[in-house]
DNA sequence: AAGATTTAGTTAGAGGCTATCACGAACCTT
DNA sequence: AAGGTTCGTGATAGCCTCTAACTAAATCTT
């Protein structure tokens, strides 16, 4: 294995180089935001002239969609990794938080605001099948003692991004509830929105929580 | 007032020529996005050179702010304009969401992914204040037969942001989540997460809502 | 080991952008 | 009609993305 791995000095001097770029792209990702990313700022920064970073990557855009690939990457694993430790629903939607927190524009990159023609590839959609799932298999470990509602319906109807996942319509709209509650209280936060206000953003965090497993 | 609305003729055109920069900037944001916004595509778009611009706007930072004043504006004076005809907390929730829809990029500019160091100016606080009082508002106007929770308490010595707004705690409570909760159902819709999934967006909105007012 | 080939990095440059400046032209005031 | 103010222009500096041609180095082949 730690043959087959190892490919040609060339590859991975390739590789090692790409990282580094990402590593750039990430911090002035979040000191700068992602509209004023600059590869040209980058490649001063690692001491070589602008046009040398377009052997690594092709164009700015595809950096950027690297960088929301990796971002999906991951909080996918991020999750995954919570949820194989026995984490229920709460310790996922504390990890979330903590996910956020840690690099706010990373979050806001794959939830923030889309540039209007932009198409993520469909590996990406991929990666972000896998953290519904997990959502999914979460959901479906609480007891479903909420009652069926007229949405219930909709969503037996409708299931087709629970990707063969067996859970019943009920479990499916606590998933939901769980993904747009939760995303609206930290993507306000990690906003900036709540900054001013004076309350503690992980009290209300928290309290959203608990009114989500209570019901 | 007919004579005192009516400045000279040179601020008449000043203003006039400042609306139609606007209107095609708004144009740009929809189609393009906020990041892609260009002073010299708007000033080639109304048929004058590059700089002529800079007249009537000292830099692509300040237009920018000018649309999202004007979106907070266009947002607080939608929402109250449903407020004085009655509108209770449902059909406030519809008419944002409504407000969302006709132009997503706007809802975004106010909401989305912001850079980093920026600030709004004060005037821009003041007029969400103003839309966080109607909101607190309609909230007041609800039976609150929810008993007093632990954040409750936070919120009783933390209210400064709702600004002298006589509302007790729980009311308080009520209106942020609100405030999350619908941000969070439209954000993801407006952002297009909700787009190969299948169901109908404005039945998961409605169905938030719902449960929201049954709480 | 020597030559052939692939690859990394360079500079030059086209075309876009924001923004400043100096200049002429239009306009309103007096 | 003379004055100052304002508008729009072209020129320019300094960013940016990205392409192209070229050099130098590392790697592969024989």
Redesign the pocket.
């Known amino acids: 294995m730690a043959e087959a791995g190892t490919k ?3 590859e991975r ?2 590789t090692q ?1 790409r990282a580094e770029i990402k590593k750039h792209a990430w911090e002035q990702l979040a000191t700068t935001g992602a509209s004023a ?5 980058i ?1 001063k920064q690692m ?6 970073l ?3 990557y ?4 595809e950096l950027i969609t690297e960088l929301v690939r990796d971002a999906y990457r991951s909080l996918a694993d991020t999750l995954a990794a919570a949820a194989t430790t026995g984490a229920d629903l709460g310790v996922l939607a504390h990890t979330l938080r903590a996910w956020g927190l840690e690099d706010p524009q990373r979050y806001l990159l794959i939830y923030g605001t889309p540039v209007p023609g932009y198409q993520a590839p469909e590996d990406i959609t991929l990666i972000s099948a896998e953290t519904m799932a997990i959502l999914l298999d979460a959901c479906s470990a609480l007891p479903t003692d909420s009652s069926a509602t007229p949405f219930d319906a909709h969503l037996a109807d409708h299931r087709d991004w629970a990707d063969g996942h067996p859970a019943p319509p009920a479990v499916l709209r606590r998933a939901l509830s769980f993904w747009t509650r939760l995303h609206g209280v930290l993507s306000l936060e990690l906003a900036g929105h709540f900054a001013g206000m004076g309350f503690d953003p992980a009290l209300l965090f928290a309290a959203e929580l608990d009114e989500l497993l209570a019901h």
């Not at 990313?37 to 700022?41: A, F, K, W």
């Not at 001491?47 to 040398?52: L, N, Q």
């Open positions: 040609t000095p060339r001097y390739r180089v990313l600059s590869l040209n700022g490649a001491g070589m002239s602008g046009p040398a377009y052997r690594y092709a164009s700015r855009d």
